[in-house]
Every structure is written in structure tokens, then in C-alpha cells.
């Protein structure tokens, strides 16, 4: 099961990965476009939705790979028990918080797709397909928390697992 769950954050990882090179792709073409006399309409757009897959599908494995920003001041100085019951108290929150938001972003997808809401640009998009990728991106880290929450609030990486959430710095930006 761990190894399926890895592979699941892994293939999301590798997924924004994907979008953030097109990102650059698109960014490049219409460069290359505008001095060349193209006129390369809505490249933004789909910039703008890859950049939204890009963030949301990459939260899961930043999250396992222990490189989302977090603010351990109170618990670098706590030991034992004390420190045990906030971890887990902080992931208990963190998973009611991204459920919620995973829901209703699932539920504005599907209501996006049965209207057959499209964007605004000059290329018409099914909307449902960018927000596809946003409640995808959700769901996964919703797994993600959910997994560490089962594991008892140990480690978010695989490279910590049992050894509880890692000691950071006061402040970890990564």
C-alpha cells in the first residue's frame, strides 16, 4: 500500500512537473511568436490554467518530500507527548481544511462540467478540464495527510517515516 501511495504522489509530482514545462513552452512560443508577426492569442490562458495544475497537482509530493513552508517555532521547542499531540492536532486541522476545500473544488468541477461552463478567452475551454486538474491536486494531498494521520502523525516523508515530523529550523522555506 505505501509503495502504491508513493508511486501516486510520485505520478502527481511528475504531472506538475509536466505543466510547469509547458508552462515554459507556452511562455517561449509566444515569444517566438510576437517577433516573428504571430499573434499567438489565449497562449496565456493556457499558461494560466497549466500554472494552476502545476500548483495544486505538486502539493501532495512537496508534502512528502518535507519542502512545503512550515512554521515550527512552537514546536521546535516542544519534547515527548506535548510535541506528539500538536503534530498531530496540526494534521488533523490541515486535513479538515484541505477536505473542505477538495470537496467543494470536486463539486464546482462537476458543476462546471454538467453546465458546460467555458472560459472567457478567445479559445473557449471547458472549465471543468483546468479544475480537473485543481480537485486532482487536492484530493492527492487530502490522501497524503490522511496517510500520515493513519501512520499516527509520522513523518511526511518517506525518508522519516516512524521518526515523526521532521525537527526543522524555526523556519523552513523551501
Not at 55 to 69: C, K, M, P, V, Y
Not at 142 to 156: F, K, N, W
Request: with cysteine.
Amino acid at each position: 500500500m505505501r509503495a502504491a501511495l508513493e508511486l501516486l504522489y510520485r505520478g502527481s509530482g511528475l504531472l506538475a512537473g509536466f505543466f510547469l514545462v509547458a508552462i515554459a513552452a507556452l511562455t517561449a512560443a509566444q515569444i517566438v511568436g510576437r517577433s516573428l508577426g504571430f499573434a499567438a492569442y489565449s497562449f496565456d490562458d493556457f499558461a494560466g490554467f497549466c500554472l494552476a495544475a502545476t500548483s495544486f497537482l505538486g502539493l501532495a509530493w512537496t508534502f512528502r518530500e518535507n519542502e512545503h513552508i512550515r512554521m515550527t517555532l512552537a514546536l521546535h521547542h516542544l519534547r515527548g507527548r506535548t510535541r506528539r499531540v500538536l503534530e498531530v492536532a496540526c494534521l488533523v486541522v490541515a486535513a479538515l481544511l484541505v477536505g473542505l476545500f477538495a470537496w467543494y473544488c470536486c463539486d464546482m468541477t462537476l458543476t462546471s462540467y454538467q453546465l458546460h461552463d467555458v472560459s472567457q478567452g478567445l479559445v473557449p475551454v471547458a472549465l471543468w478540464i483546468p479544475q480537473s486538474a485543481m480537485a486532482l491536486g487536492l484530493v492527492v494531498l487530502l490522501v497524503a495527510l490522511a496517510s500520515d494521520l493513519v501512520r499516527g502523525g509520522g513523518g511526511s516523508s518517506s525518508r522519516s517515516a516512524g521518526a515523526g515530523l521532521r525537527a526543522l529550523t524555526p523556519w523552513k522555506c523551501g
